[in-house]
T-cell receptor
Framework: GQSLEQPSEVTAVEGAIVQINCTYQTSGFYGLSWYQQHDGGAPTFLSYNALDGLEETGRFSSFLSRSDSYGYLLLQELQMKDSASYFCAVRAETGANNLFFGTGTRLTVIP | KAGVTQTPRYLIKTRGQQVTLSCSPISGHRSVSWYQQTPGQGLQFLFEYFSETQRNKGNFPGRFSGRQFSNSRSEMNVSTLELGDSALYLC?????????????FGDGTRLSIL
């Protein structure tokens, strides 16, 4: 089976840095993605890691360690609008678009 | 470029009925995936269609089915509705199926079963 674990809730202060971890156990692995979803909205793509290391996109960075089956999303200079749910998702099959999602981390940014 | 469009946005049905949901992908995208989102189970993969063929299927009963048309638009059908089918149904499209391509999600159809 497939399982992805991430913290259910995280609270951080505006302007701070927060890290959301994701550990996975899947039958195959072809990349780890992160999605953001605001209440009532659609999930939106943030980042994708296929190889070990850090990928940076503006205030957001994502890291992957395939040997540890672990990744994280790093959000810097937090803004109130970053309050949302964040999902990690694994693509477990090549040539397929079926993502296995974690249960999501609800981030609350406080003033 | 228009995003992924799902219709209807909200739907109320009763147990035993059937329902059809529609998804129009981003122009040029050939892959359409469907997901069910519930508070308890999170986002769960239902199935994926590519070039009118079902390419992958998740672990859902046969009451859940879908199809894709030649213009890449996709429909999902659920028959003999149960209370547990109440959920947000999300459709996502991508250009082909390569691992590094992000999926673009629609706003979903919120289905409530009474």
């Amino acid at each position: 089976g497939q399982s992805l674990e991430q913290p259910s809730e995280v609270t951080a202060v505006e302007g701070a840095i927060v890290q959301i971890n994701c550990t996975y156990q899947t039958s195959g692995f072809y990349g780890l993605s992160w999605y953001q979803q605001h209440d009532g909205g659609a999930p939106t793509f943030l980042s994708y890691n296929a190889l070990d290391g850090l990928e940076e996109t503006g205030r957001f960075s994502s890291f992957l360690s395939r040997s540890d089956s672990y990744g994280y999303l790093l959000l810097q200079e937090l803004q109130m609008k970053d309050s949302a749910s964040y999902f990690c998702a694994v693509r477990a099959e090549t040539g397929a678009n079926n993502l296995f999602f974690g249960t999501g981390t609800r981030l609350t940014v406080i003033p | 470029k228009a995003g992924v469009t799902q219709t209807p946005r909200y739907l109320i049905k009763t147990r035993g009925q059937q329902v059809t949901l529609s998804c129009s992908p981003i122009s040029g995208h050939r892959s359409v995936s469907w997901y069910q989102q519930t508070p308890g189970q999170g986002l769960q993969f239902l199935f994926e269609y590519f070039s009118e063929t079902q390419r992958n299927k998740g672990n859902f009963p046969g009451r859940f089915s879908g199809r894709q048309f030649s213009n890449s638009r996709s429909e999902m059908n659920v028959s003999t509705l149960e209370l547990g089918d109440s959920a947000l149904y999300l459709c996502a499209s991508s250009h082909s199926g390569r691992s590094n391509q992000p999926q673009h999600f629609g706003d979903g159809t919120r289905l409530s079963i009474l």
